[in-house]
């Protein structure tokens, strides 16, 4: 192969480079910066330091944090460069890798092994040989078409100049009031920023509930924390057009309701980039991704690809899906500059670990959900608890919310959420990492976890949440979720329900048709109840009425249940006050 001496310009500083050609020089070009292609041809260079390493951009900036985005309209990071994780300059200082910005690939000719690339300051067009290709194209925001969505005051957030756009509206414009469309976790971290410079947000979402990944139940603890923040939610209700022009003053949702805005941000989520991919006749998954194998390589054996593009090995299920976050993304691109470069590394896959912070709540998901589980056809059941983040005896305690999938047949871990206000972190990448060891929830008692009363208590978290769960599987007592109640109560099963709290706690809440029997009275008030009847008992967080169903388990009661959670997960519409 032949290389020519090529002079080229880089980040305002010319930079003479001899190119010159050997038979054994790969050159090793990448499609896409960011996580996964900044990290392909990172890896690339330290697997083979005799590579031509060509990595096109078609953005302003080769590597950035949009994770932070947010947190830069939000102001908490203050300066722009503090985004910029690489820039061609660096890239080749260290790396020797060659980075164009505003370069973008039109065109992937598998059968010569070249890519076509236009300039896209200059407009010229020229094509570029390669050994190994690399793929990272992403995922691009959604931008529903509809009336409006192209007026001035309406951004997304997904790279630097869509929050530098952001930021500079706020700044000249001065607005009053935002409606932020889609309430994942860009959604949520958006609100929070503009809360912090004074705005008042309402938030839209087409689903019933904030944080579509987890499930209704854990949702609902980040919903009412927003609420008491100030924060409007509109759930259940889809964005239908907006009004005005050059900008919008307000929204109209599906339903007809109007909702003034001085600004709309568009967080309904991200699609893959696959027309390459497509046009080039590489394999498409099932799950609508770029399918590879272990080793990150496409369909054609010369081509690789990472990021939020490609599909990815879900570690629970084993089936292929579609995870879009930085640390998958990462991984992957490592994996595949290696293997482009020579190398033979493997990424087995994800449990599809997350976390979100938004005004003072956190809520982070590893592993399946509810509905997932269910869509895998796997049997499972669920397990709350609810403890403070570190010893009750110090002081600052934080209470989290933590629930557990586990599959019925044998105490494997599925997944788990957690919300909370401190701690969640350290406890969801516990989770993670057995969801990664296949640990079951009778492994959980037993995990050896660092305490001190600042940090944790003596059973952490985790390590009750494995108590609970592991009750269940052994099959020492029975537990009932708040949603299996409520449908038992529907279809007008002969429950008997029994609140075991104390009476002030009965007469400020409780559920319907429920006996007030005090769980230090239980023993003395038994014959108040038929131990024949179907039972349920339930306390605020589930531990009162655990005591409570082993007191009447052994007291001849056939059929008793504990309300997992308590009452404390059960919806506000189920609770008579």
Known sequence: MEHSIRIFALNQGNILNFKLG????????????????????????????QAEIILFERGLYVSFANCGLPYFIGEEIKKRDSLLLQNPKSLWDR?????RTRHEVLRVDRQNKQVEVKDLLSGDIFLQKYDRLVLAPGAGAIVPQLPGVSAQNVFKVKTVPDSEAVREWILKKKPESAVIVGAGFIGLESAEALKRRGLKVTIVEMLPQVLPALDPDMAAFVARHLESQSIELITGDGLKEMHGSPAVYEVMLQSGRLVPADMVILSIGVRPELSLARDCGLAIGSSGGIEVNEYQQTSDPDIYAAGDAVEITHLVTGRKTRIPLAG????????????????????????????????????????LSESEATREGIPYYVSFTHSLHHAGYYPGGALMHLKLIVEKENGRLLGGQIVGESGVDKRIDVIATALYARLKVTDLENLD???????????????????????????????ITCQELQKRKQNKDDLQLVDVRTLDEFHSRHLPGAIPIPIDE??????????????????????????????????????VFNLSGGILVCPDNEIDV
């Open 22 to 49: 050997f038979m054994n020089k790969k050159t090793i070009v990448i499609i896409g910066g960011v996580a996964g292609g900044a990290s392909a041809a990172a890896k690339a260079r330290r697997t083979d330091e």
């Open 328 to 367: 998958p993304a990462n991984k992957q691109g490592r994996v595949a500059g290696a293997n482009a470069a020579g190398g033979k590394l493997t990424f087995p896959g994800a449990v599809g670990t997350a976390i979100v912070e938004s005004l003072g709540i956190t809520a982070a998901k590893t592993g």
């Open 522 to 559: 239980l023993r003395d008030r038994m014959d108040e109840l038929d131990p024949k009847k179907e039972t349920v008992v339930y306390c605020r967080i589930g531990f009162r009425g655990y005591l409570a169903a082993l007191i009447l388990q052994q007291n001849a009661f056939e059929r």
């Open 449 to 479: 976890l660092a305490y001190a009363p600042q940090f944790s208590a003596a059973k952490d978290p985790v390590i009750m949440a494995g108590f609970v769960a592991a009750n269940v599987s052994r099959a020492e007592i029975g537990t």
């Open 95 to 99: 790396f020797r890798v060659e980075a």
